[in-house]
């Protein structure tokens, strides 16, 4: 068994706190992303596991073992990390036998599985070569070998595809999955990029400012992000995020009804949206590029910029004051300075509580 | 002026600079082979007319040198040995490790590079006789030491603090302890820095006069500096020929050394394997 389990986990720097109070439960065999913004205490967690850093409190289990004072050779981990940090002055060949060597595994037996690794990650006709000679690409590869020749339980990833270029890191990012697929191994994965971690795991860990945000599927976490921050994080282009009303307008079968007034939107909202909690009040409302649909409706904007991609076309509306992003389609016939109508579909609108920041609707899950 | 014209200026210009240094070292080879009755001729001779080891041979069989150059031999080694390890280990200590007045200390350490040496023979020398050292070997090995360190910990200090952390936290998550990673990663990548530090400390032991002069005074002990100069230097008489040929074997070691590390010095730099 190789799950990884934070309990209450903290680190401090001095009076910074990087990470607050963790809890954080990883099954066997996931691939797990630590997402957030710089400094929102994701690098600093992996490194606590791999044991580079040591808790201020908490525990850390990997299976059944507490591993808080256990040193990072002795933990059954393998670490790639943004650097890919490969031994300078060793081979190819010499950089994926290392961690063998480390413990004891002698040749021939060495070799084979040097070589085993290196087929696999396409590497045999370099394993004389210095890293310095590789492309970025294959010293990536070569970094992925040397933590999987070992066979870990748990492999901590630490923003390995960062230093590439954008063909590359969407061609990695297919191995990667693939890799996890065929090895079936733990998967710690630590990214800024939000596309990384959408496509390649099992489930997302949002971090920010040292506290968990959300810690769901994908899925759960774009369609029903917990809090403004996930929200406002999670998708490209953002969420449009605006300062609101939410006022009860009564429904007479019992059925309580809500409104939604945001300076010039007013927005009736679906019975059943929200949960039991929601009140009249202060709430940020929250719509997807791809949930404002121009063309008809009761709403009115004015157009600003149109960035235009081909398949999509990015616009920014100004409705009366209140700036928001749609994604339509690339043909869409629409022009700077002009003047649309548009819809809501409401029924996928966000609601979050401006004071807690968290989400107000029905189809809300506990993480 | 066309391009051609500047690259003549330019080598005109650093062939004299080089032929200004080189003078005094070819000087001082071709006097060392001429006989006794040239070296005074007037005009000098600058390719001796006859070609003598006399002096050579002389200076082995009759002259203690041998012992002489003995004794530099295993001050210098020994001195090179126990600055490298320390300054090695220490300057790790000071990027690597965070401990209360770290900075400090490596503050100290600049601050006792900065105190003349002159200062220090005479008390050094008391201290030495009280601890029973005087006029021994290794009483040069610890003043050579006290000053050659600070400068070894801050030479590899500067070294070892652009060694990337993350190798060495690879190391550890790949199976090595403290001792295996820097053995294993830290050591190789310092290498250029240390065989540096390790050339500067013997050539500032093998050349350093001083220190021979005051705490040692028997043969049996003196290094090459001390030696040479008060078997050959006198108030009456400089043994021009004698002296020249020491000069010569004396600086025989050092250009063997630089000829053998030159690789090793420039090795190394500008050679990454991190990104980022």
Not at chain 1, 37 to 64: F, H, N, Q, V, W
Not at chain 1, 87 to 95: E, I, Q
Not at chain 1, 263 to 277: C, F, K, W, Y
Not at chain 2, 110 to 132: C, D, H, R
């Amino acid at each position: 068994m190789a799950e990884v389990v934070f309990e209450k986990v903290r680190k401090t720097f001095g009076s910074t706190v990087a990470v607050n109070d963790l809890d954080l439960t990883i099954d066997e065999g996931e691939f797990v992303s630590l997402l957030g913004p710089s400094g929102c205490g994701k690098t600093t967690t992996l490194r606590m596991l791999a044991g580079l850093e040591e808790p201020s409190g908490g525990t850390i289990r990997i299976g059944d073992r507490v591993v808080n004072s256990v040193p990072p050779a002795k933990r059954d981990i393998a670490m790639v990390f943004q650097s890919y940090a490969l031994y300078p002055h060793m081979t190819v060949g010499k950089n994926i036998a290392y961690p063998l060597k480390k413990r004891g595994i002698r040749e021939p037996e060495r070799s084979e599985r040097v070589m085993a690794t290196a087929r696999l990650l396409e590497l045999e006709t370099l394993l004389d070569r210095k890293p310095a000679q590789l492309s970025g690409g294959q010293q990536q590869r070569v970094a992925l070998g040397r933590a999987m020749v070992r066979e870990p339980q748990v492999f901590l990833l630490d923003e390995p595809l960062s230093n590439l270029d954008a063909r590359l890191r969407a061609h990695m990012r297919a191995e990667l999955i693939e890799l996890h697929r065929r090895i079936g191994r733990t998967m710690i994965y630590v990214t800024h990029d939000q596309l990384e971690a959408m496509t390649m795991s099992t489930r997302i860990a949002v971090m920010n400012a040292g506290v968990l945000q959300q810690f769901a599927t994908p899925a759960d976490i774009f369609h029903r992000p917990a809090n403004v921050f996930v929200a406002g994080f999670i998708g490209s282009p953002a969420m449009s995020l605006v300062e609101g009303e939410l006022v009860g307008s009564g429904g007479g079968d019992g059925e309580r009804r809500f409104r939604v007034h945001c300076g010039a939107l007013d927005v009736a909202l679906p019975a059943g949206l929200l949960n039991r909690s929601a009140a009249p009040g202060p709430i940020s409302l929250g719509i997807r590029p791809e949930d404002i649909l121009l063309g008809s409706g009761h709403h009115t904007a004015a157009v600003g910029v149109v960035e235009r991609t081909g398949h999509e076309s990015i616009v920014r509306l100004e409705a009366q004051g209140t700036p928001l992003i749609v994604r339509a389609p690339g043909d869409t016939p629409i022009e700077s300075g002009e003047t649309v109508r548009f819809s809501l579909r409401v029924e996928r609108l966000h609601i979050f509580d401006s004071t807690t920041g968290l989400r107000l609707n029905a189809d809300t899950k506990d993480s | 002026m066309n391009a051609s014209r500047a690259r003549m200026i330019w080598s005109v210009v650093t062939w004299t600079i080089v032929l200004a240094v080189v003078f005094p070292l070819i000087w001082m080879i071709v006097t060392s082979v001429k006989p006794q009755s040239e070296l005074f001729s007037i005009p000098p001779t600058l390719m001796p007319e006859t070609i003598t080891f006399e002096h050579y041979r002389r200076l082995l069989t009759d002259t203690p040198f041998l012992q002489y150059f003995r004794n530099s031999m295993i001050l210098a080694v020994t001195t090179t040995v126990v600055v490298v390890v320390l300054g090695t280990l220490g300057a790790y200590s000071l990027v690597r490790f965070k401990y209360r007045g770290r900075e400090t200390l490596a503050t100290l350490v600049l601050f006792t590079y900065l105190m003349p040496s002159v200062v220090l023979v005479i008390p050094l020398y008391l201290m030495m006789a009280k601890l029973g050292l005087a006029n021994t070997l290794a009483s040069l090995v610890i003043a050579y030491t006290t000053f050659a360190l600070p400068y070894a910990l801050w030479l590899l200090r500067s070294f070892m603090s652009s060694i990337p952390v993350d190798l060495e936290s690879a190391a550890l998550v790949d199976g090595a302890g403290r001792m295996g990673a820097f053995v294993d990663v830290v050591l190789p990548q310092a290498l250029p820095g240390i065989v540096s530090t390790a050339l500067f400390t013997f050539i500032l032991c093998w050349n350093e006069y001083l220190f021979a002069l005051v705490l040692v005074n028997s043969d049996s002990v003196r290094p090459l500096t001390a030696g040479t100069m008060n078997m050959l230097i006198t108030s009456f008489n400089i043994d021009w020929s004698l002296l020249m040929a020491a000069s010569v074997m004396m600086s025989l070691p050092l250009i063997v050394i630089f000829t053998f590390l030159q690789g090793t010095l420039t090795k190394g730099f500008g050679a990454g394997a991190v990104k980022g």
